[in-house]
């Protein structure tokens, strides 16, 4: 399709376990966010990723979550030793601009649920 | 980090009624964004102003960013049940680079 796709749509983890999601943005999309989005709150930045670096630049350095781009259009967000607080829904967005704040489309998100 | 205070948090109206909701901060952002989120589904922008004072809209909906870059607005006009959802301002600070700082949103519900 022309959207953003991310899977899977629901998750739940026991808490203490590692867990990849995982996100299909649209094809020439350069730039790519992973926001955490938790109720009653605004969504926050995880990391970011332009499609020619070689390495993601993490817009919130975390030991736990880190994100790999294999592919230009395909990013894996990992979330390591998962935490109750962890629990919320993960929105994708890419861009197919560099470097500008508006015309972003976004996933549908992945809720996780630790347990 | 920085925060955008967005108000209010949840409207309940009637259909037919017009719909105010703003986003306040104390830093300068030069892009203002506006997306509407429906439950299960990502955000999906509705509006976006990149000028100070910049009026836009969107068929019912009107949005503004401020003089001082540091608010923006967001006005629904004849409100339909369809308009239900969790409305989001989202900011890019010019020294942020292409990241956004989200609003808290405003729950919008419209009795028919």
């Known amino acids: 399709g022309a959207g953003v796709s991310q899977s899977p749509r629901y998750k739940v983890a026991k808490r203490g376990r590692d867990v990849a999601l995982r996100c299909d943005s649209i094809?020439?999309?350069?730039?790519l966010y992973w926001y955490r989005q938790t109720l009653g709150q605004g969504s926050e930045v995880l990391t970011y990723?332009?499609?020619?670096?070689?390495?993601?630049k993490s817009g919130r350095p975390s030991g736990r979550f880190s994100a790999e781009r294999p592919e230009r259009s395909v990013s894996t967000l990992k979330i390591q030793r998962t935490e109750q607080g962890d629990s919320a829904v993960y929105l994708c967005?890419?861009?197919?601009?560099?470097?500008?704040?508006?015309?972003?489309?976004f996933g549908s998100g992945t809720r996780l649920t630790v347990v | 980090g920085q925060q955008l205070n967005q108000s209010p948090q949840s409207m309940f109206i009637q259909e037919g009624e017009d719909v105010s909701m703003n986003c306040t901060s104390s830093?300068?952002?030069?892009?203002w964004l506006w997306y509407k989120q429906e439950p299960g589904e990502g955000p999906v922008l509705l509006i976006a102003?990149?000028?100070?004072?910049e009026l836009t809209s969107n068929g019912r909906l009107t949005a503004q960013s401020g003089i001082t870059r540091k608010d923006s607005f967001l006005n629904i006009s004849a409100s339909i049940p369809s308009d239900v959802g969790i409305y989001f301002c989202?900011?890019?600070?010019?020294?942020?680079?292409?990241?956004?700082?989200f609003g808290e949103g405003t729950q919008l519900t419209v009795n028919p």
């Open positions: 989202a900011g890019r600070e010019e020294t942020s680079g292409s990241r956004l700082t």
């Open positions: 094809s020439g999309h350069v730039t």
């Open positions: 990723s332009q499609s020619d670096a070689q390495r993601d």
């Open positions: 967005a890419s861009s197919r601009k560099r470097g500008t704040g508006g015309g972003y489309t």
């Open positions: 102003l990149y000028k100070a004072g």
């Open positions: 830093s300068i952002f030069n892009t």
